[in-house]
């Protein structure tokens, strides 16, 4: 039986990022027979409804409050007053609705962009991780800073006609190389100079398979040394930990 993987993101553009990431590092790690083919044999991303490939954060409020996720009207763990003002409380509801769910889920990945407040934002999710036991579910977080075309920037380098210009004059505009510091891309503001969408079209327009090859071909090395600021580099280091032993059956 495959190991089943709940998804919890915001649009599947998210959803196919991380998990396409996520099978890269699968398949760098096991063992030398296995072809691509085999990890729809061994992983399956679900989301908590049936034949779904995964649960939008939007979905969250509408879903049934789990069995034993709830005490005195409010959910388990409802400690530090922030987290009224962060993700905890629909990340908690998540994850206990990972653990309780049938048929069984061995993991869950959360993926948020953090947007605006993004250290506050992250410590909400990592405390709603560490209150579910180690051993009942594995828990990887994939949280953009601040966006999740901040993680395709930390991958591209221009190699068609154009592309070298196109980055030249985004460097020239913003004051810094996007790439290495995509996390500065923070503005709410769609469109504005710093908008992360806005550069990534500037630099390869509405080009899908473009923008995957970004984070399909680039090295782990570049990705790991740019991601840094971007939360990309954590979140492979998760995945490598946590996730990748999981689905090979081995450590890493």
Known sequence: MP??????????????????????????????WWEKEQLEVEREYCGLAPGTLFTPWTRLNDLPSPEGA????????????????????????????????????K?????RDMDQQPEERADSLAQARGEI?????????????????????NGFDPKYDG??????????????????????LDTMERGAKRDAKRVLKCLIGDDREREASCWRQTSWVVLRERGVGSGLTQFLADVKERLVPLVIGQPV
């Open 3 to 32: 190991v089943r993987i709940a998804v919890i993101a915001e649009a599947e553009a998210d959803r196919q990022l991380v998990c396409e990431l996520i099978d890269r590092k699968i398949l760098e790690h096991a063992p030398d």
């Open 70 to 105: 709830l005490r005195r009207g409010g959910f388990i763990g409802f400690g530090a007053r922030r987290h009224l003002h962060s993700d905890y409380p629909l990340g908690r509801k998540a994850l206990v609705s990972c653990a309780l769910a049938k048929p069984e889920v």
């Open 107 to 111: 993991a869950v990945i959360l993926i």
């Open 133 to 153: 036991p180690a051993n009942s579910l594995t828990i990887v977080l994939a949280l953009p800073r601040a966006k999740r075309e901040a993680w395709v920037l």
């Open 163 to 184: 592309e070298h210009g196109a980055l030249a004059e985004v460097r020239e505009n913003l004051g810094f190389d996007p790439r290495i510091h995509a996390e500065r």
